[in-house]
Each structure stands twice: as C-alpha cells, then as structure tokens.
C-alpha cells in the first residue's frame, strides 16, 4: 500500500500528525468552538483508527494496551479528578477484573457456572469482571468514607499490596502462581467483510471500548451526578448542607470507577497478554495510573485518554531522549532519570496537566502578549523613573 | 509450611520472645523511614515517595566509602552529612517551584524523584555484581548472636534498636529543648504565623527535608546489611514505612516509631506462628500487616496518635 503522506508509517510520526491536526481544528480561527471540538475529535479518532494499518502488530498490541489503560485512567480520574478520593490501588480492581474474566473464560468448571453449558462469551466475561470488579468497589468504597487524602492513599496501596498474594494463595481458582490462560476471542462474524487481523480486531475493540467509556463519563460528570461529585470535592460540608448525600455520591464513585477498572482488566487479558498471574499488575504499575492522570489532567476525560498514553509511551520517550542526549546505552540505561526529569517538569510548566494546558492555549491571546511586550520598555522606564525620584527626594 | 509444621504460640515462649524482638528491631526501620516521612509530612502535607530511594542512593556512597576503607563510624558521619545536604538540595531545586500547587502535583513530583535517585543508584552502582553486601556496625555483626535469659538476639538488630532509640532522642531534644526545634514546629503549625513571627519559613522547611533525609538514610544504613543493597531494597522498606506513618497517624513523630514497630512484630509473628487452627503463613504476612492497619484505620481514621482536623466552614 503506498503512503498518502510521505513519511507518515512510523508510530511516532504518526501520533504526533493525529494530535496536531486535533489542535490545529480545535484552535483553527473559523467556525464555532463547539463544533470545531467534534471535528477536531472525529479527525483524530480517524487518524489513531487508520494507525494498525500501517504501523505493524507489535505497535498495534501497544495501541491496544494504550486502551486498556486509558479505561483504567477514565475510570480514576471519575475518583479522583471528579470525586477527590485518591486511590493508589486501582491496580487491584484491574486484576480483579482480569481474574474474572479468565476464570469465566476458561476455567469456568472451578465455580461451576456455566453459560449455553460451557465458557462465558467474552463480552459477558467482560461485563462479568466490570460488575465483579464494581462490587468490590463497593465493598472498598464503604469503609473508605472515613478516611480522606493521604490516609486513603496508603489504605488503597495496601490492597494492591495484598491482593497478589491473595490472589496467589487461594490457588484452586486462581491458578497460584503460574496463573491462568485465557482464550483470546476471535474476529466477531458480523466483522467478517472487513477482513480484519486479530491484532486490528483487538485494537478496535479496546477503541470502541475507551470512546464507549469516555462518552459514560461524559454524560455522567455533565449529570446531576457529575455536578454532585464536583461539589463533594470541592466541600463535602457545603455539598451537605445543599443537600447531597456525601456518602452515597463517594460510593457511587468508588464503584463505577472500579466496574471501568474491571472492564479494562478484562480488555487487557482477553486482547492483550491473554494471560493473567498474581505479578500481571505490578505495585508501580498500579501507581503510575495516578501518575497518568495528573500527569494527563484530572477532571478532564483528555487528560485520562492521554494518560494511557503516558503509561505505556512515556518510558519508550524517555528512551528515546536519553539516547538522544547519553548516547545508545547509557540512554537506554537511564530512561528512568528522563522519566523522571519529563513528570518534575510537566509538574511545573503545567500544573493543570496536559489537559488543562491544552485548554489553557485555548484562552491565551497572542495579540495581548504581544502588545503587553511591545509596552514594556516604556513600563520599564516609568518604573526606572519613579524608583530614581525616590531614591533622590 | 504446613498448619501441623506451624509452631503453635503459646507452645514455644522462647522462639515467640525472640520473634517479637526482632520484630522491634526490624519495626525500628520502618520506623525511621515513618519518621522521615512523617517530618516532611507535618510542615508540607506531602508523601514524600521518594524517601526510600534518596536513603538508597546514600547508603549506596557509604558502600563505596566501605570499599575505600574509611572507617564504618566516619562514613556513618559522612553519609548522615550527604544525605542532610541531598534534602535541602531537593528542597530547594525541586519542591520549591511546586510549593504552592495543589498537593497531588508535588506527589508525583516525588515520585520523578523516586525514578531518578533509583535509577542513579542503579547507574553508578549497578555496573559491578548486585546485589552488594553492606557492613553490619560496629556493635555486632549480622550473623552472631546475643543470648539473653528470655531470648536471643542478633547483634546487628540490638545495634538497630541502640541506634533507632538515639536517633529519636536527638530528636525529641532538637524539637522539645531548642529554640530552632520550636521555630520548625511553629512552622509546621503555622506558616503564616511563623513567619510574622520573623522564622525564615524557606530555611525551615530546607532543614525539615535535610533532617529527614538523615532519618531515612539511617533507616537505609541500619537495613542494607540484613537485605543487601539492590536497586529494589528500599521499596519493600518504604512501603511498610508508608503503613507505619498512617498507622500511627500521619502528623505524628512518636506514632511513627510505634507504627513502626508494630507493624514489624506483626509481620514476624504472622510469618512464624499459628494462632489455634489458624496460620495464614508467610505468603500472605505482608497481606496481614496492612489489613491489620486498614483495621485500626476503619476504627481511627487518622491513626492512633493523629489529630483530626478541625476545619471552619
């Protein structure tokens, strides 16, 4: 297939063209705002859906993870960016949700529960480990209600802590230690007539799943819902005295943040490793959702979308720049400072995240900057002017 | 291990004495590390992630120190001094710009930190074979042992609870009988006030992170002889410290110790013994250590020795 765009194969070239025809529509000076956000979202939807063309299985795979994460990501900023409730073991409800759906997948005899007298197809599965996954959410989110910021925070990151070797103990389900396979769904019939290979089938479902939970989040955070937890998080007295019940919205929270948890737990072992084991969801992993978010926005479903990207992308960049400046192995060698060096210094720059700078480009008049530079020598010299008339009386 | 293998608790006194002091010991070093995150803690409202990995990093100087032959009480001396300067360096390079942004933002801007002090470490050190054996102190080495009446004791964790203890007395007498201890804890209390009160806030704050540092990198001196030093000794340690500072309540320098050791006798006593017919046995200790701490936190949420916050509407 010859390229369109000369130049355009490679992943990263690619995804750079996707997020600057986005920003140059959004920002584009015709029309109005409203509608050129649609546009500008459809062309970038179109671009990332013509990547697995071009771009080969292993980078596809990657997309497909990218998905599966940017799930997670929706799921906690509706937690943490919507609600205020910080969760550092979000990691635990993935694996919830990837447990789930292998054992109904494939395992389905240990609990005896069958569907049409077999395993469960994957998509019952899947809402099978999201609903799982939520109703330990539930469980979570109740006693939860007591504890506020950083005691929340190590409460959470002791559940991911303890759940691999929970998940490692009880072994008659679980598989122990060596874990369990699950069967990799194949290419739906009703797909047939587009001849889509299972890496491309796999990615269209993790997009389908991500622009279906992005559209959730988007109706529920512009709900009574949304503006319920917004008012939690910004007082949970005054949301009191207004008459929200602050418990039952942080619940709700907890929950529908852990069922997006479980689906994208679900999604990553059906479409991704088609394996899960008690290390599939390391401790840092499960920390660098949080990271992802603040790091993509919070409260903004950009800023999650681009948090998957973080998760997986970031280190390949952070490579990439190291070998840049340190050479091949050194480079290679020191990713993690890069990495490092990348999240102190987006901290910095833009507080508000990538979502929230984004926005912030939105709202900046380059004529008023200009025009505030061309005054300046003259506000120099009035200031020179006055400080001399002082300091001489 | 087997329930049958399982030695029951009440049947072996001895073995249970010396798993509860070495429970204190190793709770010690949690405690330390606690500590250090709780100092930060009390004046910032921050977690410090990157707590373990600066002592790593430290601790990391003090081998090669070893490995030039210095002497174990002067490179004590000289890493304690590195690590001081390595916090106020931070400090000020790092967390300065971010002071004043919401608190998640200088979360993560720990943990950029946790990834660089690791993988430093790991650049510098982690040429040659790893992981590297660290000296146990003077005191007494890693392998021998005290024979107490009630129990027996490896001298190096008798050192760890000499050493933890004197660390938190040099505290409490900076903190309780010096006029710099009252100009931190004024800013702790109050940054506004403290500073109307003509306390460089700034300096104060530089010398919490350089005192906290020091805390953790004797956490990380007294633990590199029992696990190594690797590029992953200081997570498991942190981790527990994090559960020590929230379990004896976050705003709290003496809950830290005690969360510390708590949390250290309960994770070598789940790993020993059966209670009764239970023994959940040493895969899941870890599991439940941290759902005991869940537990206290369920019955006080801001742990045992915290202050709830009291907030005007």
Redesign the interface.
């Known amino acids: 297939m010859p390229n369109i765009i000369p130049g355009i194969e490679s992943f990263t070239e690619m995804l750079v063209w996707a997020a600057v025809a986005g920003l140059a529509i959004r920002f584009a000076p015709i029309g109005q705002p409203k509608i050129r956000i649609w546009v500008a979202i459809a062309v970038v939807l179109l671009i990332v859906g013509y990547m697995p063309f071009e771009v080969g299985t292993y980078r596809t795979g990657q997309l497909t993870t990218i998905g599966a994460w940017a799930l997670v990501a929706l799921g906690l900023n509706l937690l943490?960016g919507w609600s205020g409730q910080?969760s550092l073991g979000h990691g635990a409800f993935v694996l919830i949700g990837a447990y789930t759906a292998a054992i109904l997948g494939d395992n389905v005899e240990q609990i005896g529960m069958y569907v049409d007298g077999g395993q469960w197809p994957w998509w019952l599965a899947m809402l099978a480990a999201g609903c799982v996954s939520g109703f330990v959410g539930l469980l979570v989110g109740i006693?939860s209600l007591?504890?506020?910021?950083?005691?929340l925070?190590?409460?959470t990151?002791?559940l991911i802590?303890?759940a691999p070797?929970?998940f490692?103990?009880y072994d008659e389900y679980t598989g122990g230690r060596n874990g369990l396979r699950a069967p990799q769904p194949g290419v739906p019939g009703f797909l047939d007539f587009l001849g889509l290979e299972r890496s491309e089938w796999f990615f269209f479902l993790a997009m389908f799943l991500v622009i279906l939970g992005a559209a959730g989040l988007w109706a529920i955070s512009n709900s009574k819902w949304g503006r319920a937890f917004v008012a939690v998080r910004e007082?949970e007295?005054?949301a009191q005295a207004m008459g929200v019940s602050v418990a039952r919205y942080k619940v709700f929270a907890f929950s529908m943040s852990a069922f997006y948890a479980g689906v994208a737990g679900a999604l990553y072992v059906f479409a991704v490793s088609g394996y899960v084991g008690p290390q599939t969801i390391a401790?840092a992993l499960s920390?660098n959702f949080?990271?992802a978010i603040?790091?993509g926005g919070?409260g903004s479903i950009m800023g999650a979308i681009i948090g998957g990207f973080v998760v997986v992308l970031l280190p390949d960049v952070s490579t990439d720049i190291g070998s840049l400046f340190l050479g091949e192995q050194?480079g290679a060698?020191?990713?993690?400072?890069v990495?490092?060096?990348?999240?102190?210094l987006v901290?910095?720059l833009m507080?508000y995240g990538m979502a929230g700078f984004i926005n912030r480009l939105g709202h900046t008049r380059p004529g008023r900057h200009l025009r505030s530079l061309r005054e300046l020598p003259d506000r120099i010299s009035t200031r020179m002017t006055e400080l001399r008339e002082r300091a001489a009386p | 291990m087997d329930l049958l293998l399982a030695p029951q608790i009440w049947d072996n006194t001895k073995l249970f004495l010396d798993q509860v002091v070495a429970g204190v010991a190793t709770g010690s070093i949690y405690g330390l590390v606690a500590l250090a995150i709780v100092l930060i803690y009390r004046s910032t409202d921050v977690i410090n992630f990157a707590q373990g990995e600066m002592a790593l990093f430290v601790t990391f100087v003090g081998w090669s120190l070893v490995q030039a032959d210095v002497d174990y009480i002067f490179m004590f001396i000289l890493v304690l001094a590195l690590a001081g300067a390595l916090g106020a360096f931070v400090e000020l390079t790092v967390i300065r710009p971010v002071e004043n942004a919401p608190v998640l933002n200088i979360v993560i801007v720990t943990l950029g930190l946790f990834t660089i002090f690791n993988s430093l470490a790991l650049f510098i050190w982690g040429q040659g074979e790893l992981p590297k054996s660290f000296p146990a102190t003077p005191i007494g080495g890693e392998l021998d042992t005290f024979d107490f009446e009630l129990f027996t004791l490896r001298q190096h964790r008798f050192a760890i609870i000499i050493i933890a203890c004197g660390v938190m007395m040099a505290l409490y007498f900076l903190f309780n009988h010096t006029k710099l201890g009252l100009a931190m804890r004024a800013t702790a209390h109050n940054q506004v006030a403290a500073r109307l009160m003509g306390i460089n806030v700034g300096r104060m704050l530089m010398l919490g992170w350089a005192l906290a540092s020091m805390a953790g990198a004797v956490g990380g001196m007294l633990v590199a002889p029992i696990i190594f030093l690797d590029g992953t000794t200081m997570f498991r340690v942190i981790l527990y410290a994090f559960a020590a500072a929230v379990l004896g309540g976050l705003d709290s320098p003496p809950g830290a110790i005690v969360g510390g050791i708590a949390i250290g006798i309960t994770d070598n006593i789940v790993r020993t013994f059966a209670l009764g017919p239970i023994f959940i046995g040493p895969d899941l200790a870890s599991a439940a250590a941290l759902l005991i701490l869940v537990a206290v936190l369920l019955i006080k949420p801001t742990g045992l020795f915290g202050h709830q916050a009291v907030r005007r509407v």
């Open positions: 943490t910080i006693p007591r504890l506020t910021g950083p005691y925070a190590v409460a990151l002791a802590i303890a070797s929970v490692e103990h007082s007295v005054a401790v920390i949080l990271t603040v790091i919070l050194d060698r020191l990713w993690p400072t990495y490092g060096l990348i999240l102190i901290m910095i507080p």
